[in-house]
């Protein structure tokens, strides 16, 4: 007898940039994957994000632009960043001396900052929290026979725990997993199992959607 058929969406979403994290390469508006999200035609049964200020502004310029009722943004502390402990604020020439770098080298994956949250932890975390959603996603896809998709607005180092877990890569390598801001990625997983569609995609920053290039054109 063959498995029912059912089929739950990921889309896993880096913040925009802060001004801690700004790159000097690009400008990166907040609003630029949101307007990708609106062209493809991708509607989120259900979005999740960080309390953090900046998450939590993309998801709801995301929900605006999306034309979705902003009481459907679910806002979580479970889908915080890595905690730095005692780091929280130094720089990092500071923080990472020949000491600690050796042992970060050892560990990787386990390295915990004083007083913080090594990745493992940051992905037990955020799989505890999210595997009661996608079980209920799984579950209405069986009921209402259609595709459910959830938007989560998070962090750099979050996503790469939880990109590592349904890859099964090697841990040692899961800071590898680049995450720029505004990067997109995508998780499918179905009756056949689980399929890593995206990773760091965020073409929408050198190539302008049709609906972008309008509005640039008209500013001429």
């Keep these: 007898m063959s498995p029912k058929r059912f089929q739950v969406r990921l889309y896993i979403i880096r913040h925009a ?10 400008i990166c508006g907040q609003n630029i994957p949101c307007k990708r999200l609106k062209y493809q035609n991708i509607k989120f049964d259900s979005i999740l994000c960080s309390t953090v200020v900046r998450a939590e ?17 679910i806002i979580s502390s479970e889908l915080l960043e890595q905690s730095q402990g005692s780091w929280e604020g ?12 050796q042992q970060w080298n050892e560990l990787h994956f386990e390295f915990c900052p004083p007083n913080g ?20 996603a799984k579950n209405q896809s069986l009921e209402e ?5 959830i938007g989560i607005f998070t962090h750099a180092n979050l996503i790469q725990s939880i990109l590592q877990y349904y890859l099964q890569s090697n841990p040692k390598y899961a800071w590898l997993i680049k995450q720029n801001n505004t990067a997109i990625n995508e998780i499918l997983l179905n009756e056949h199992g689980i399929s890593v569609v995206k990773v760091n995609d965020d073409s929408h920053l050198r190539f302008l959607i049709p609906e972008m290039q309008n509005e640039s054109l008209d500013n001429l």
């Excluded at 940039?17 to 690009?26: F, L, M, R, V, W």
């Excluded at 500071?94 to 000491?99: R, V």
């Excluded at 949250?117 to 079980?135: F, G, T």
């Design 17 to 26: 940039e802060s001004a801690i994290n700004a790159a000097s390469t690009h």
């Design 57 to 73: 502004r993309t998801a709801e310029i995301a929900l605006k632009t999306m034309n979705i009722d902003i009481s459907k943004l």
């Design 90 to 101: 130094m720089s990092r020439a500071l923080a990472f001396t020949p000491e600690v770098i």
């Design 117 to 136: 949250e090594s990745k493992r932890m940051v992905q037990k975390r955020a799989l505890a929290y999210l595997e009661p959603i996608i079980e209920q």
């Design 145 to 149: 026979n259609r595709e459910i998709s």
